[in-house]
């Protein structure tokens, strides 16, 4: 026995680009319903570094490119809603640090001064003294420069849960494995066994990784999506303090990033992507590791390592595919009959993708339904990978 459900969207994959979408489109009184195969924020979102980009790490050639336009505003746009005066209401979510920080050793400040001194540059980023530094960078053996940027960094599953508690009724926690379509309805399987069939105007296919399978289920070669591969590290043991950085290497890609978090015992973890991340996939897990350790000794050098835990995980980015081995400049969001497919590049730039499917929507005129949804069981929230006790064993 299938329970019948008539939406106007329907929505696949609960990360923060279907869950920002989920609810920009009940503010703007559509029915819609989104469908989660796993825990929400269980994909990409939960590894996200959390940092709401403005361009910076985009510009750093010295002059502006499409995806550091695109995301200038985001920091503004993101700071509104956590003061609870923006598109969504994110006060209740963690805002982890007010600003990111991007630093140089001594050995490559003239770079940096040279980039930083550039007209684009001047109004995103100030350069800190000793006394406004973030405590690492107080150390006497620091002898760099360092810059505080335009970027809040907030906990990316907290995100999460502030956006979706509202709109929990509209979220129905499936089994992937019994997604069908035919005649126009999507028939599933939800995890406590009852069985739905959904008919719809539109569907949003934001299931990150797991949008390929869903297009071909839909019978669509395009768009094609690309997956790029980070191997990012985790440390934490007697780490004294918080850090936001990014370290300016001799690329356009940071050398390292580091976010922090604490873990469920209160204590920092600290997360290290960029550079490191990107060329650690040819590395196995225990060579990163010391790639990681030698990485810190240089830039850090006063950082005392001896206590520390370690641990690597391996994660696919995947968006729409670009030409070779390119990174989208920006969002992808288009549409194709009934199907609209979503990769937001980065997790900054949800709002603004999500405001296009609005327009989507908007622009084809769909009439809204008004019949109540039945209730269903809530999925459950994705578990932060330093929570993930087995991941430390190695
Ligand atoms: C290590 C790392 C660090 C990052 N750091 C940052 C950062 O600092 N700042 C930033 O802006 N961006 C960052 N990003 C990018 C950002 O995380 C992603 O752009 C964003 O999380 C993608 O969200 P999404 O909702 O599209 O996909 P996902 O988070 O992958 O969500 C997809 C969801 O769909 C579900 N699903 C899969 N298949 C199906 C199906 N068939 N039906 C229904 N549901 C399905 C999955 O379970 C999942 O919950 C980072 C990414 C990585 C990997």
């Known amino acids: ?36 195969t796993d825990s929400l924020g269980a994909g990409q979102t939960r590894f996200a570094q959390g940092i709401i980009h ?77 006394s406004v530094r973030p405590e690492l960078f107080k150390h006497t053996d620091f002898k760099g420069q360092i810059y505080a940027l335009d970027e809040p960094v907030f906990d990316a599953m907290s995100v999460v849960r502030a956006i979706a508690e509202p709109v929990m009724e509209s979220i129905l926690a499936i089994k992937g494995d019994t997604i069908k379509y035919g005649n126009d309805v999507l028939s599933v399987q939800a995890q406590d066994g009852g069985n ?19 297009l071909s289920a839909f019978n669509l070669a395009e768009p094609e999506m690309q997956l790029r591969p980070l191997k990012m590290v ?50 196995s897990d225990a060579e990163q590791i010391a790639q990681a350790k030698k990485e810190l000794a240089e830039l850090i050098p006063w950082l005392d390592q001896s206590k520390c835990q370690w641990s690597t995980l391996d994660i696919d980015r995947a968006e729409v595919k670009k030409q070779g081995t390119k990174r989208p400049d920006t969002f992808y969001a288009e549409h194709k ?46 578990i932060l990978p330093w929570n993930e006790e087995q991941r430390w064993l190695m």
């Open 196 to 214: 739905y069939e959904f008919s719809f105007e539109k569907i949003v296919l934001s299931a990150g990784q797991g949008n390929e399978g869903l």
């Open 1 to 36: 026995m299938s329970t019948a459900v008539s939406v106007d969207v329907l929505i696949m994959g609960g990360g923060i680009a279907g869950l920002w979408t989920l609810a920009r489109l009940k503010q703007a009184g559509y029915k819609t319903v989104l469908l989660e």
């Open 234 to 283: 985790m440390l934490r043991g007697d780490l004294s303090e918080m850090v936001f950085a990014h370290c300016m290497g001799a690329s356009v890609n940071p050398r390292i990033t580091i976010t922090s978090n604490r873990d469920n015992n209160g204590e920092i973890v600290w997360y290290l992507g960029g550079q490191l991340a990107e060329e650690g996939v040819a590395r």
């Open 337 to 382: 009959d009934k199907v609209i497919t979503v990769w937001p590049t980065k997790m900054a730039l949800s709002p603004l993708m999500a405001e296009t499917v609005l327009k989507i929507i908007n622009d084809e005129k769909i009439s809204c339904a008004d019949d109540e949804l039945p209730s269903w069981s809530k999925p459950s929230y994705a």
């Open 54 to 130: 403005g361009g910076t790490k985009y510009a750093l050639t010295g002059k502006l490119t499409a995806s550091s336009e695109a995301v200038a505003d985001m920091p503004s746009l993101w700071r509104d809603c956590y003061k609870g005066n923006g598109q969504l209401d994110l006060s209740k979510a963690t805002l982890l640090s007010e600003a990111h920080y991007l630093w140089s050793t001594s050995s490559l400040t003239s770079r940096v001064s040279g980039f930083f001194a550039s007209k684009v540059m001047r109004a995103r980023t100030n350069e800190l003294d000793e």
